[in-house]
């Protein structure tokens, strides 16, 4: 994953800031794990692995 991509990236629930956790992409704030499928980040909130406390 490009660092530059990364950096522009957002998560698309919370707006919060994301880092790269193995091959998912992980939200800081609200812990959203979105896949990367062929190396394209997939930023949908349905697509996303979701914790267990988690609340819309």
Do not use: H, Q, T
Request: aromatic fraction near 4%; include cysteine.
């Amino acid at each position: 994953m490009d660092k530059e991509l990364l950096e522009m990236l957002a998560c698309p629930s919370c707006k919060g800031d994301v880092r790269l956790e193995d091959e998912r992409i992980v939200c800081i704030k609200c812990s959203l794990r979105y896949p990367i499928k062929d190396g394209i980040p997939v930023m949908l909130i349905d697509e996303a692995e979701k914790p267990k406390n988690w609340r819309k």
